[in-house]
C-alpha cells in the first residue's frame, strides 16, 4: 500500500460535515423521523438501489465514560455480552442465527456512548432487527459466558503488547487522560479485570441501557410500511430503566510536559504519539481546524507526511488528528522510525507546530478547502455512512444541515481564521509524549526533551 | 451510490440475472489500438469519479534479488515524471479535491483515484503521464526505499503474526514467487538498483499489460475523448514472458518454528489449494467462511468457546492466477498448547473430509458472502475496484455477474471431494511462533 489509512481517522470523517455540492439540497437526505413512545428516535431513508439495509443505533450515556475507574472496561464486555444469549436463545442459538443470515451484528461502546451497528440483504433485514431488539431486551449476561469474555478480556491485553504500534495508543490515552472518564480503556486494565463480575456488567446495563434518549436510523430499500410494521414488533415493545447518565467533564489540560518511555527490546522501531488539548464537537472552530489538520497532518502532503515521509524518507506513515467530544477535545499527532532516527524525527515535529503558527501561505489553504469539499461526498455514500451521519449529529445535539453549516465554514476559511486554529490548538509546552521502543538505543535520544519516566511494556498495567 | 437494480430486487428477492442485466447493460467496455483495455460506467448519484487502474504486475512476476521491487513501483509512482515534479502528482491531485492509495498484490497492482468531476481531465493526463513516464530520480528513490524499509518493519517486522505469515508461506510454497511476501526482503528492498528497478517497470507498465476502470458522474462520451487524448500516444510494449514456475507437489508435512519475544504464542497451518480459475476453488472458499467466519463457525465455535484454547481464528482462500494456500490462522491463548491446536485443527480438518458439510451450512456461507459481495458496491470505489479485479483475477470483468452462480453451484459433496485432495498431512505446513522472553 502507498499508506495505510488509520481507521482512527476514517471514523473521524464520518464525523464531519460536508461541502454542498448542490446547493437545492442537502448533503444528507433529509429522513423520516419516527418517535416511538417509549423514548427512542428513530431516522429512516430510503435507498432503493441495492437490496441492503443499514441500521445504527446510539445510546448516549451508556458509553465507557460511565464507568468507575474500578471497573474499567466494564460496559465493553456488557456490549459484548448483549449478544450472547437471551432468556430463549443460547449463545451458540443467536451466533447460529447471526451467521445464517449473512449478517454483521456490532455492539460496542465509545467514550460517550453505546452503539449498535448491523447490516444485511433486505430480506434478511426483519430477522436482524428482531435478533438485535432481543439483545437489547433480554439478554442474559449467563456466568458461562461473562467467564469466557473476562479471560479472553485478560489474555487479550498481553496480546496487544506485541504489537508496539497498537500498545503505544493505549499507553498514550492512559498517560493522557488518566483517570478521568474519557479516556477508559475498552480494553480494561489488568485489575479491573480480576475484579469484574457478572453483576457489575448487569448493574451496569440496568443503569444506562434505555431507549430513552437513544438515536436510531434505518437506511435501505426497505419500505416505510414495512418498517414501520417491524418497529411495532420489535424496538417499539423495548423497555429499559436505565436513565441518561449526566454531562460529562471536559477532557484533561495538561499543564507542563510528561514524557514517558516504555521499553519494548525487540522493536525495532520506536512509536510516539503526542497529545495536547484540542476543541469540542460543537466549537465553532471546528471549520478552521479541520483545515488547519488536513495541512499539517491529515492527508498525504501534508506537513508531517511532506517532511517525514517525502522528503526524508524516514518513515512510512505520519498523522495528526482532532478528536471531539461534546465538552471538549484533544490533538494527537503520531508516527514511527528507526530507532536511531527518533529525535531527528522529533525535532523536525516540534518545529512544524511553530511554523504552523507563523501561518499557511494563501495556495495552501485553498487546496485543504477544495480537499475537504472534494472529499465529502464520498462519506456519505452508503446507507451505513448516511445511517451513522444522522444518529452521530443528533446524539451532538447538531441538526442534519451541520454538514452544509460546516462546508460553508470550510469554504469562508482564510489564511487568517487557520494560523489562529493553529496558535490555540497546537502544542507548545504543555502536551504528552509517549514512546514505545527499544530503550537501550533510544533512550539516550530522548534524553534532551527532559525527564522520562520509564516503563518495561511487561509491567502490568498500561 | 449505483441505481443499478430494478423492482425484483426492491422486493426483497434475490434474482442475479437481473442484477447482472441492468449493470451489465450500462458497462461500456472496449480496447484501445494499443491494447489498453477501458471499463467505463456512468453514475451520478455524486459529484465525483472513481478512476482505477491496474497493472497485470505483482509479486508473481519477480524474482529472488528483486523481491518486493512490484511494492517500491507503486510507491514511485507517486514520486515524479518528467512533466511532473517529485510529489507533485499528490499536490495537484489534492488542489483540485483529488485523493489517491494504491495497492500491491501477489497478482496485480492497482492504483486509486477519486476526485470531484470537475477534475476528470487532470487526473486522465496525470494517471495517463505516469503510465510510463516514472523518473525514478536518484535522491527521491533512495529516500522512498528508506520509506518501505520502514513499512516492512512496521507491517512484518513488529508484527508476530504477519512474521509467522511469511515464515509458513515461504516454507510451503518453494519454488513458485508466492514464496516470498510482496512487501520483499529487507536485503533485496536495501539493494535494488536502479536500472533492475526501470527495466521492470519498462517490462510491466504498459498499456496493453493494463486496466482502466473509471466509474461516476462524467459522460462516457467525455471521458472517452479524453482517454483517447491521453492513453492512445502511449506505445504498447511487449508482451511479459509468463510465468512458468509450478509449484511442485508437496511430499510431506513441513513444520516452521519462529522465536520471538511475545506474550501470546500464534499457530498457523497451510495447505496447497487450487487457484481462482481451477475446479474447488468456491467450494474451499465456501468451506473457509464454514470454518472460520462468525461465532458460529466449526473451528471458532471449537477452539475459542470451547477448549478456550485461542483467541481467535481467521483465514481462508485467496483469489489468486496460480495455486495458493488454504489457510487456519490461530491466536492462541497465551501459555496456551500450540501442538494440542494442531491436534484439534486436524481433528476437524478430518471431519470435513471424512463426514462433509451439510446443506445448512453451505447456505449460511452463501448468504454470508452474498452480503459482502453487495455491499462494496453501494460506492463508486467500490464498483471500480469489483470491476477491475474481476477482469484481472477472473480474466473478464463480465465474471462478477456470475461470480454468485459460480458459489450457488457449490454442493455438500463439491466441498467434500476437494476437502478430501486437500487437507492431508503431505500438503500441510505448520507454523508455530513461541515467546522467547516475554510473560508468557
Known amino acids: 500500500m502507498k499508506r495505510a489509512i488509520p481507521v482512527l481517522s476514517l471514523l473521524f470523517l464520518l464525523l464531519l460535515p460536508l461541502a454542498a455540492a ?6 444528507l437526505p433529509l429522513p423520516e423521523t419516527i418517535r416511538l413512545s417509549n423514548g427512542l428516535t428513530l431516522f429512516y431513508v430510503r435507498v432503493p438501489d441495492l437490496p441492503l439495509v443499514s441500521f445504527r443505533m446510539v445510546l448516549p450515556g451508556a458509553g465507557s465514560a460511565a464507568e468507575p475507574m474500578e471497573n474499567e472496561g466494564v460496559s465493553s464486555i456488557m456490549a459484548e455480552l448483549l449478544t450472547k444469549g437471551t432468556s430463549k436463545m443460547k449463545a451458540e442459538d443467536v451466533a447460529e442465527a447471526l451467521d445464517s443470515l449473512g449478517a454483521d451484528l456490532k455492539i460496542y461502546t465509545t467514550p460517550e456512548y453505546m452503539a449498535v451497528d448491523a447490516d444485511s440483504l433486505a430480506s434478511q433485514f426483519p430477522r436482524l432487527l428482531e435478533l438485535t431488539f432481543h439483545s437489547l431486551q433480554d439478554p442474559l449476561f449467563a456466568t458461562q459466558e461473562f467467564d469466557l469474555v473476562k479471560s479472553q478480556r485478560i489474555d487479550g491485553i498481553k496480546a496487544i503488547k506485541d ?11 492512559r498517560a493522557y487522560f488518566g483517570d478521568n472518564p474519557l479516556g477508559r480503556l475498552s480494553s480494561g486494565n489488568e485489575t479491573s479485570l480480576n475484579t469484574m463480575s457478572v453483576e457489575k456488567v448487569k448493574d451496569f446495563y440496568k443503569a444506562r ?20 410494521a417491524l418497529l411495532s414488533k420489535t424496538l417499539g415493545k423495548w423497555k429499559g430503566a436505565g436513565s441518561p447518565a449526566a454531562p460529562l467533564p471536559p477532557p484533561p489540560q495538561p499543564k507542563g510536559k510528561t514524557l514517558i518511555l516504555v521499553d519494548k527490546p525487540d522493536a525495532t522501531q520506536a512509536y510516539w504519539v503526542l497529545g495536547a488539548p484540542g476543541y469540542s464537537a460543537n466549537d465553532p472552530v471546528t471549520p478552521s481546524a479541520a483545515v488547519l489538520n488536513t495541512l499539517f497532518g491529515g492527508r498525504f502532503t501534508s506537513w508531517l507526511s511532506t517532511e517525514l515521509r517525502i522528503k526524508r524518507g524516514l518513515t512510512y506513515g505520519a498523522s495528526s488528528r482532532f478528536q471531539t467530544f461534546l465538552s471538549g477535545g484533544v490533538f494527537t499527532a503520531s508516527s514511527y522510525t528507526k530507532n536511531d532516527k527518533i529525535a531527528e524525527m522529533l525535532d523536525i515535529v516540534f518545529s512544524l507546530f511553530e511554523k504552523a503558527k507563523s501561518g499557511f501561505a494563501p495556495e495552501e489553504i485553498e487546496s485543504a ?94 | 451510490m449505483g441505481r443499478i437494480l430494478f423492482s425484483l430486487l426492491l422486493a426483497g428477492v434475490f434474482a442475479l440475472p437481473v442484477f447482472g442485466q441492468s449493470l451489465q447493460s450500462r458497462i461500456e467496455s472496449y480496447k484501445l489500438a494499443n ?41 514511485m509512482m507517486f514520486n515524479g515524471t518528467a512533466k511532473v515534479g517529485p510529489g507533485q502528482f499528490d499536490r495537484n491531485m489534492e488542489f483540485v479535491g483529488g485523493a489517491n492509495n494504491a495497492y500491491t498484490a501477489q497478482d496485480m497492482t492497482a492504483y486509486s483515484d477519486w476526485f470531484p468531476a470537475a477534475a476528470l481531465e487532470k487526473m486522465v493526463e496525470m494517471e495517463a503521464d505516469r503510465m510510463q513516464g516514472a523518473a525514478f530520480v536518484p535522491e527521491v528513490l533512495e529516500s522512498e ?64 499489460n493494463a486496466v482502466l476502470v473509471l466509474v461516476g458522474d462524467f459522460k462516457k462520451s467525455t471521458a472517452k475523448s479524453l482517454i483517447e487524448k491521453y492513453y492512445t500516444p502511449i506505445p504498447s510494449g511487449k508482451t511479459p514472458s509468463a510465468v512458468t514456475t509450478v509449484e511442485p507437489p508437496q511430499q510431506g508435512l513441513k513444520q516452521v518454528l519462529v522465536k520471538k519475544e511475545a506474550q501470546a504464542p500464534l499457530y498457523m497451518a497451510v495447505w496447497h489449494t487450487p487457484s481462482v480459475s481451477q475446479p474447488g476453488f468456491y467450494p474451499l472458499s465456501l468451506l473457509d467462511k464454514i470454518l472460520m467466519k462468525g461465532e458460529s463457525s466449526r473451528l471458532y465455535r471449537r477452539l475459542v468457546r470451547e477448549e478456550r484454547i485461542a483467541l481467535d481464528v481467521s483465514g481462508g482462500i485467496q483469489e489468486t492466477l496460480d495455486p495458493y494456500l488454504f489457510t487456519v490462522f490461530v491466536e492462541a491463548v497465551p501459555g496456551a498448547d500450540l501442538g494440542k491446536i494442531d491436534r484439534i485443527v486436524e481433528e476437524e480438518m478430518g471431519k470435513v473430509v471424512r463426514e462433509g458439510v451439510t446443506e445448512k451450512e453451505v447456505q449460511k456461507a452463501i448468504n454470508m458472502v452474498q452480503n459482502d459481495f453487495y455491499r462494496p458496491l453501494q460506492t463508486i470505489a467500490g464498483l ?38 486437500t487437507f492431508t498431512l503431505n500438503n500441510k505446513t505448520v507454523g508455530n511462533l513461541v515467546p522467547e522472553g516475554g510473560a508468557q
Do not use: C
Open chain 1, 209 to 228: 441501557v434505555t431507549p430513552r434518549g437513544a438515536y436510531a436510523a434505518v437506511v435501505g430499500s426497505l419500505s416505510s410500511q414495512e418498517l414501520k
Open chain 2, 35 to 75: 491494447g489498453l483495455k477501458v471499463i467505463l460506467l456512468e453514475d451520478h448519484d455524486i459529484p465525483n469519479v472513481a478512476l482505477y487502474t491496474f497493472f497485470r504486475v505483482g509479486s508473481r512476476n519477480e524474482r529472488p534479488g528483486l523481491t518486493g521491487v512490484s511494492h517500491f513501483i507503486e510507491h
Open chain 1, 163 to 173: 504489537n508496539a504500534g497498537y500498545a503505544v495508543r493505549l499507553y498514550f490515552q
Open chain 2, 384 to 421: 471500480a475496484n469489483a470491476l477491475g479485479q474481476a477482469e484481472l483475477v477472473n480474466g473478464d470483468y463480465q465474471k462478477l455477474f456470475s461470480l454468485m452462480e459460480s458459489y450457488k453451484a457449490v454442493t455438500p459433496d463439491s466441498i467434500k471431494a476437494i476437502s478430501s485432495q
Open chain 1, 369 to 462: 478547502r477544495n480537499y475537504i469539499q472534494g472529499q465529502f461526498p464520498p462519506t456519505l455514500e452508503s446507507n451505513e455512512a448516511i445511517a451513522a451521519s444522522l444518529v452521530q449529529l443528533m446524539a451532538q445535539g447538531k441538526s442534519f444541515s451541520w454538514p452544509d453549516e460546516y462546508l460553508r465554514g470550510v469554504s469562508s476559511s482564510t489564511p487568517e481564521t487557520v494560523q489562529a486554529a493553529a496558535k490555540r490548538l497546537l502544542p507548545a509546552q504543555d502536551y504528552v509524549l509517549v514512546v514505545v521502543g527499544k530503550a537501550a538505543e533510544i533512550e539516550p535520544l530522548l534524553a534532551k526533551y527532559g525527564e522520562w519516566k520509564v516503563k518495561k511494556i511487561t509491567d502490568s498495567g498500561f
Open chain 1, 22 to 27: 448542490q446547493p437545492s439540497r442537502g448533503m
Open chain 2, 145 to 208: 526505499r528508506g520509506v518501505v524499509a520502514s513499512e516492512r518493519r512496521m507491517s512484518t517486522e513488529n508484527n508476530n503474526a504477519a512474521i509467522l505469515m511469511e515464515n509458513v508461506n515461504a516454507t510451503s510454497i518453494m519454488a513458485h514467487p508466492y514464496h516470498w511476501d510482496v512487501i520483499g526482503w529487507m536485503s533485496d528492498i536495501l539493494s535494488w538498483k536502479r536500472e533492475q528497478i526501470q527495466e521492470y517497470y519498462k517490462t510491466y507498465y504498459a498499456p496493453n
